[in-house]
């Protein structure tokens, strides 16, 4: 008898888990079990454990959609975009990646090299019909409904929590309408005990017609085990540590710069004791500078004014688009010694940054005005409208600053305009970290971008922010003359697929199958590449006759 899969090993834990917890009966676990253990391929193998949800005696249960057929004699593989790929890293530097085709295929791939790996996962997924545009077409022939978004984020829930760390985090954005079936499904793929909370994230709109004010949405955070939750505790005492470390630099009688260098260079040379908290919270919510175009805001004092530094009485030099605050709230901070000043009024002034401990931070989170990052999104296209409801990077920044290191990698296999790899980079250049980004994007396409999102929205905005100028050479769009690029390396992968019985010499599986982009070296030998081709690219064939 073969090895059991990967997959099929950790479907057969989950289905005696639920024994265990006392959600299946054991009667129809065991036939579960015998099933998955004779499933032809992994696919089958997930299409079999999704039955355990309908043989449940109560909890969650929806009706199964089917995705468009595959073709069963093809093996799907990552292949390198070379003209979108760009950037140089040092050894020991992040290698970003950006995958271009269905998820489910991406994250079949990333199960070759990242198997246990990803330490946070990060999503957003379709809400609606409304959402998603050519996927809905062209996987279900029919509207997204509320059956077909449980079905497809299922199979690739189930993928995900293979590549998740033991202590890995997962978190999911969602609006009021799905928030109770999806956390339904995500009871049923991690388990209710792997529940770690519900962020409730403030929104600047609200489009509820009732005269209930809805302006908020959710973020629901689970952990691949309780290990987790114990890792939280920790990363809350090493935050602790380092409030009591600034206490007591504080009564050095230092300046505040000299204060948070000497700070900074404690946590460094100490952050093996602080269990994973690599530095107190550099994203400043409360900052006094804005480029997010606060100036056209309505507001009776304005955010288009001077401040004047009180040790030359000369105005400090004043954001492009205006500061965040208006004056008046700029004047409360500061009558409560919260401002911190430059030495002259060649410097701005900002609000002294504050030290919070990882549960703390994670309480709650409120949203940037979502129009602040539309406008951001206008200075990097120079257009509008390029995206529908962008994410701001400063909220995803936060999240994944409390739950990585500095070398932690970060997936999301629903990445829109690229948000989550901004907010890596973004917290990459705070605390010099090494966090790598892993995006996939399916490439619809739209009336703003006929070439398709992942082409002209996730794949340019990286390129602008990264290198300062886009595919072509230009480089006249605003963000670039109010930013410094981020810098890095980002390769593109595109889904391919090759007939696993082609024999044409340079054409077969053996010959077009890169093992460097999985994280080999070239193979010495033919019959090397040609194990590692059959022992990890079967499960990336889906056998249409097995879907249920």
Same mark, same amino acid.
């Given at each position: 008898?073969?090895?059991?899969?990967?997959?099929?090993?950790?479907?057969?834990?989950?289905?005696?888990?639920?024994?265990?917890?006392?959600?299946?009966?054991?009667?129809?676990?065991?036939?579960?079990?015998?099933?998955?253990?004779?499933?032809?391929?992994?696919?089958?193998?997930?299409?079999?454990?999704?039955?355990?949800?309908?043989?449940?005696?109560?909890?969650?249960?929806?009706?199964?959609?089917?995705?468009?057929?595959?073709?069963?004699?093809?093996?799907? /593989?990552?292949?390198?975009?070379?003209?979108?790929?760009?950037?140089?890293?040092?050894?020991?530097?992040p290698v970003h990646k950006l995958i271009i085709g269905d998820n489910y295929d991406a994250?079949?791939?990333?199960?070759?090299? /990242?198997?246990?790996?990803?330490?946070?996962?990060?999503?957003?997924?379709?809400?609606?019909?409304?959402?998603?545009?050519?996927?809905?077409?062209?996987?279900?022939?029919?509207?997204?409904?509320?059956?077909?978004?449980?079905?497809?984020?299922?199979?690739?829930?189930?993928?995900?929590?293979?590549?998740?760390?033991?202590?890995?985090?997962?978190?999911?954005?969602?609006?009021?309408?799905?928030?109770?079936? #999806?956390?339904?499904?995500?009871?049923?793929?991690?388990?209710?005990?792997?529940?770690?909370?519900?962020?409730?994230?403030?929104?600047?709109?609200?489009?509820?017609?009732?005269?209930?004010?809805?302006?908020?949405?959710?973020?629901?955070?689970?952990?691949?085990?309780?290990?987790?939750?114990?890792?939280?505790?920790?990363?809350?005492?090493?935050?602790?540590?380092?409030?009591?470390? /600034?206490?007591?630099?504080?009564?050095?009688?230092?300046?505040?710069?000299?204060?948070?260098?000497?700070?900074?260079?404690?946590?460094?040379?100490?952050?093996?004791?602080?269990?994973?908290?690599?530095?107190?919270?550099?994203?400043?919510?409360?900052?006094?500078?804005?480029?997010?175009?606060?100036?056209?805001?309505?507001?009776?004092?304005?955010?288009?004014?001077?401040?004047?530094?009180?040790?030359?009485?000369?105005?400090?030099?004043?954001?492009?688009?205006?500061?965040?605050?208006?004056?008046?709230?700029?004047?409360?901070?500061?009558?409560?010694?919260?401002i911190l000043w430059g030495n002259d009024h060649n410097t701005q002034p900002h609000v002294?940054?504050?030290?919070?401990?990882?549960?703390?931070?994670?309480?709650?989170?409120?949203?940037?005005?979502?129009r602040a990052t539309t406008q951001m999104l206008e200075k990097i296209f120079n257009k509008?409208?390029?995206?529908?409801?962008?994410?701001?990077?400063?909220?995803?920044?936060?999240?994944?600053?409390?739950?990585?290191?500095?070398?932690?990698?970060?997936?999301?296999?629903?990445?829109?305009?690229?948000?989550?790899?901004?907010?890596?980079?973004?917290?990459?250049?705070?605390?010099?970290?090494?966090?790598?980004?892993?995006?996939?994007?399916?490439?619809?396409?739209?009336?703003?971008?006929?070439?398709?999102?992942?082409?002209?929205?996730?794949?340019?905005?990286?390129?602008?922010?990264?290198?300062?100028?886009?595919?072509?050479?230009?480089?006249?769009?605003?963000?670039?003359?109010?930013?410094?690029? /981020?810098?890095?390396?980002?390769?593109?992968?595109?889904?391919?697929?090759?007939?696993?019985?082609?024999?044409?010499?340079?054409?077969?599986?053996?010959?077009?199958?890169?093992?460097?982009?999985?994280?080999?070296?070239?193979?010495?030998?033919?019959?090397?590449?040609?194990?590692? #081709?059959?022992?990890?690219?079967?499960?990336?064939?889906?056998?249409?006759?097995?879907?249920?």
């Amino acid at each position: 008898m073969n090895t059991l899969s990967d997959t099929k090993q950790s479907l057969l834990a989950e289905l005696r888990q639920r024994v265990e917890d006392k959600i299946l009966e054991p009667s129809n676990a065991a036939l579960l079990e015998k099933l998955i253990t004779n499933a032809d391929d992994d696919d089958e193998a997930l299409a079999i454990a999704a039955l355990g949800t309908t043989y449940k005696k109560t909890g969650f249960h929806f009706d199964k959609r089917l995705e468009e057929p595959r073709k069963t004699d093809t093996i799907k /593989y990552f292949k390198k975009n070379e003209a979108l790929s760009f950037g140089q890293a040092a050894e020991g530097e992040p290698v970003h990646k950006l995958i271009i085709g269905d998820n489910y295929d991406a994250l079949q791939n990333l199960l070759i090299q /990242y198997r246990g790996k990803i330490d946070v996962i990060y999503i957003d997924p379709p809400y609606g019909k409304d959402n998603m545009g050519e996927f809905a077409k062209t996987n279900y022939h029919n509207a997204i409904s509320r059956d077909n978004l449980l079905s497809m984020l299922y199979f690739r829930l189930q993928l995900a929590k293979q590549l998740l760390s033991e202590d890995g985090v997962i978190f999911c954005s969602i609006d009021d309408k799905n928030q109770a079936y #999806v956390k339904c499904l995500f009871d049923e793929v991690f388990r209710e005990n792997n529940f770690v909370g519900q962020l409730i994230v403030k929104t600047a709109t609200d489009n509820n017609p009732s005269q209930i004010s809805i302006e908020h949405e959710y973020m629901m955070c689970y952990c691949k085990n309780m290990s987790c939750q114990s890792k939280w505790e920790r990363m809350s005492r090493g935050a602790e540590l380092i409030i009591e470390k /600034y206490n007591q630099i504080k009564k050095e009688g230092l300046s505040i710069e000299e204060e948070q260098k000497e700070l900074r260079k404690w946590i460094k040379n100490n952050k093996d004791s602080l269990s994973g908290v690599a530095h107190y919270n550099n994203i400043d919510d409360m900052g006094v500078y804005s480029s997010s175009g606060n100036s056209s805001n309505p507001h009776p004092g304005g955010y288009d004014y001077d401040i004047v530094h009180p040790n030359t009485g000369m105005a400090c030099p004043k954001p492009a688009n205006g500061w965040r605050w208006p004056e008046d709230t700029f004047w409360e901070y500061e009558r409560k010694g919260l401002i911190l000043w430059g030495n002259d009024h060649n410097t701005q002034p900002h609000v002294k940054k504050r030290i919070e401990t990882a549960k703390d931070s994670l309480r709650t989170l409120i949203y940037e005005d979502n129009r602040a990052t539309t406008q951001m999104l206008e200075k990097i296209f120079n257009k509008k409208d390029m995206f529908s409801n962008p994410k701001p990077p400063k909220v995803l920044a936060r999240i994944i600053d409390f739950v990585t290191s500095e070398d932690s990698i970060v997936l999301d296999f629903f990445a829109g305009s690229g948000t989550t790899g901004h907010a890596v980079l973004e917290l990459n250049r705070a605390d010099e970290g090494r966090r790598t980004f892993i995006l996939c994007q399916l490439n619809e396409k739209t009336d703003t971008a006929p070439n398709g999102i992942a082409y002209d929205v996730t794949a340019k905005r990286l390129k602008r922010i990264m290198t300062g100028e886009c595919y072509d050479g230009n480089k006249n769009f605003k963000w670039a003359e109010e930013n410094e690029p /981020y810098g890095g390396k980002l390769e593109v992968y595109e889904i391919a697929e090759v007939n696993n019985a082609n024999a044409i010499l340079g054409q077969t599986p053996f010959d077009v199958i890169d093992e460097t982009l999985y994280g080999k070296v070239k193979f010495a030998t033919t019959k090397e590449k040609i194990d590692w #081709v059959c022992s990890n690219f079967e499960h990336t064939q889906m056998d249409v006759e097995h879907k249920f």
